[in-house]
């Protein structure tokens, strides 16, 4: 059974840092390519940052300079650091190993509070 497990949300204050992490099992995560989202509260899901097989990475300018995402295949295992938070960061945050298919999470809340 292929599941995409993400873990360390939490509530914190502006300013604060959280690392999520998104665990594979059933699948590796290997060079394929992988991106977080958020969804906030009545909004649509948008991404967030994206890490692909060369380990390049691009992050949506909301979040550019403050989070960090990567991967440690060892523990196949992809994290996103997540540092001076805000306020306007408040979501559930989801990991996707993209491919055919696609995988995605159940996804962590995340709640940053002023």
């Known amino acids: 059974q292929v599941q995409l497990v993400e873990s360390g949300g939490g509530l914190v204050q502006a300013g604060g840092s959280l690392r999520l992490s998104c665990a594979a099992s059933g699948i590796t995560f290997g060079i394929k390519t992988v991106h977080w989202h958020r969804q906030a509260p009545g909004k649509q899901r948008e991404w967030v940052a994206v890490?692909?097989?060369?380990?390049?990475?691009t992050y949506a300018d909301s979040v550019k300079g403050r989070f960090t995402i990567s991967r440690d295949n060892a523990k196949n295992t992809v994290y996103l650091q997540m540092n001076s938070l805000k306020p306007e960061d408040t979501a559930v945050y989801y990991c996707?190993?993209?491919?055919?298919?696609?995988?995605w999470g159940q996804g962590t809340q995340v709640t940053v509070s002023s």
């Open positions: 890490l692909n097989g060369g380990g390049t990475t």
């Open positions: 996707g190993r993209i491919g055919v298919p696609t995988y």
